[in-house]
């Protein structure tokens, strides 16, 4: 659990009577224009991620419908990410703190920043709290913010209504300046820990990606390969490979959260050897040797769609060429044990070859069984059903149509 993050800034604000800001969520604020530095944390140790908003938001349509364009799919299976390879996860969004005649102090948030019921439900299991990001303070004055301390804020001049209405007047895409938008992302930086982001304004964090993430990247590689060239029937879209697990569990949407609690629950050795992928880079070894050892890992990321595309045969195959390499040796002792007595190599070839045993130098071992990780995910992309049916099944007419449109867009932008 979190037990410490210790923020390094300047004091707070302790405006006339009132202690402390009213925080309009359940969770915390980060006073990101008076804050500098973090001293300590346990965040990575209890592997946090933090998932924006609309991430958020784009899975609870999943859950509750109304899905309005691909953006929302792409949405929803980062915030799966951060759900099913985290352990600790925030949903952020940025608020500014304001002070106004009422000696009344509270962070503001935008009209429409807020975690919907079904994503509060979903992000339950993963902590269920928001942090809200403060890039400035502003003081009120006759109903009309004014006096912010961050240039270039966006809402200078708009209208308050002070008291304990802690709600902007503003969507929060009017909020999200150049300026708010440089702010968080140094927030995001200063607490070094993965973040999923769907908010086409922010760009991704430089600091803080970990063999989570690139374990994901990987395997959407390798998916998106193998998935591209299936005939448009039902919809001219894929499914991206966790959004596609957890709709092939699906009887209902309504029990999204049930399903994802169980693959929570089988994956938690996955998020554990994760964890320790991610000590790898703090150990005292040589670049060289770390080098040989993100090879190793990465290649077996790499072999996971590969693998789940195998027939059962063809993995019964693998699996007796991997018991022939085990065994040759033994064979091959034995072999120049009893030459002694007469018997020539060629004559214990053919014998071991009648049990249908090979010596082939080209054999291979399955780089998937190298790690928990790839092992695990190829088995839950093994027996998913066909995508077209999977969107077709889950997804609504006026979703689909919604989707399409949005894809149609996208194109005549391109």
């Known amino acids: 659990m979190l037990d410490r993050v210790i923020y390094v800034g300047v004091p707070e604000e302790k405006p006339n ?21 973090i001293a300590q944390s346990n965040l990575n140790e209890i592997g946090t991620a933090l998932v924006d908003i609309e991430a958020a938001n784009a899975l609870g349509k999943i859950l509750s419908g109304g ?21 600790f996860v925030p949903v952020f969004h940025a608020a500014p703190k304001i002070f106004n005649q009422d000696d009344f102090l509270a962070y503001a948030k935008p009209r429409d920043a807020n975690l919907s019921s079904a994503a509060l439900a979903i992000f339950e299991l993963v902590g269920g709290v ?14 009309v913010i004014s ?38 992302h140094v927030c995001l930086d200063m607490h070094a820990v993965p973040a999923y982001i769907a908010n086409r304004k922010f760009s991704d964090p430089r600091l803080g990606d970990d063999f989570s993430k690139t374990f994901y990247q990987r395997m959407r590689k390798s998916w998106s390969s193998a ?32 399903i994802l609690t169980d693959l929570r629950s089988e994956l938690k050795p996955v998020r554990g050897e994760l964890r320790e992928f991610n000590d790898l880079l703090h150990k005292s070894i040589t670049q060289a040797e770390l080098e040989r050892r993100m090879a190793r ?11 789940s595309r195998m027939s059962k045969e063809e993995r019964r195959l693998r699996s007796f060429a991997i018991v022939q390499r085990l065994l040759s040796p033994l064979i091959k002792a034995a072999v120049s044990l009893v ?8 004559d214990m070839v053919k014998a071991a070859a009648s049990y249908g045993m090979k010596f082939s130098p080209d054999e291979t071992i399955s780089l998937v069984n190298r790690t928990v ?24 007419s006026a979703e689909l149509r919604a989707v399409e449109k949005s894809l149609r867009e996208r194109d005549k932008q391109n």
């Open 297 to 307: 890992i990465t290649s077996s990321f790499d072999a996971i769609v590969p693998y």
């Open 130 to 143: 928001e942090w809200i990001i403060c890039p400035e303070y502003a003081v009120v004055r006759d109903g």
């Open 373 to 396: 990780t790839a092992r695990t995910f190829a088995g839950l992309l093994e027996e998913t059903e066909s995508l077209q049916a999977l969107i077709k099944h889950h997804l609504s």
């Open 339 to 346: 030459t002694s007595t007469g018997a020539s190599y060629g």
């Open 17 to 37: 009577w009132q202690p402390s800001p009213l925080i309009p969520v359940r969770g915390s604020a980060i006073d990101q224009y008076r804050t500098f530095d």
């Open 227 to 258: 998935t591209k060239d299936q005939p448009a029937i039902h919809c001219t879209f894929s499914l991206p490979p966790l959004l596609a697990i957890a709709l092939d569990r699906l009887n209902n949407r309504q029990d999204l959260k049930a």
């Open 67 to 87: 899905i309005e364009s691909y953006q929302d799919i792409e949405a929803a299976e980062l915030a799966l990410q951060a759900v099913l390879l985290h352990d």
């Open 147 to 184: 006096g912010s301390k961050l240039v270039g804020s966006a809402i200078n001049g708009a209208p308050h209504a002070g008291g304990t209405n802690a709600r902007l007047d503003i969507s929060l895409d009017e909020y999200l300046s150049p300026a708010v938008c440089e702010s968080v």
